[in-house]
Nanobody, 123 residues
Framework: HVQLVESGGGSVQAGGSLRLSCAAS????????MGWVRQVPGKERVGVST???????TYLDSVNGRFTISYDSAKNTLFLQMSSLKPEDTAMYYC??????????????????WGQGTQVTVS
């Protein structure tokens, strides 16, 4: 049973930074795709970033260069370092896992396991 628990959200001023964490347990996939997805109320979920077990990373164009995804395998924890935050980054951020390598054209709905989310508000 995979459990994902996010933390690190909060309220910051534009230009500030936050680091989101996602503690994963019960996850024993030999290869995997982990990611961050965000959602604003009334809008569709949007994939922000992914990282695969062999290290390949992807970013949403609007966050590329400002956000950095990483995974600490010793701690089974996924991170998202967010810098130069903008008001348009305001959303609920979810950690998610796809139990194989990231497929081409991965959509948020393709993820199998989800955390409860952590709110990020930029003003």
């Amino acid at each position: 049973h995979v459990q994902l628990v996010e933390s690190g959200g909060g309220s910051v001023q534009a230009g500030g930074s936050l680091r989101l964490s996602c503690a994963a347990s019960g996850h024993a996939y030999p290869s995997y795709c982990m990611g961050w997805v965000r959602q604003v109320p009334g809008k569709e979920r949007v994939g922000v970033s992914t990282i695969e077990s062999y290290g390949r990373v992807t970013y949403l164009d609007s966050v590329n260069g400002r956000f950095t995804i990483s995974y600490d395998s010793a701690k089974n924890t996924l991170f998202l370092q967010m810098s130069s935050l903008k008001p348009e980054d305001t959303a609920m951020y979810y950690c998610a896992v796809f139990p194989f390598d990231c497929p081409n054209g991965l959509r948020p709905d393709d993820f199998k396991h989800w955390g409860q989310g952590t709110q990020v508000t930029v003003s």
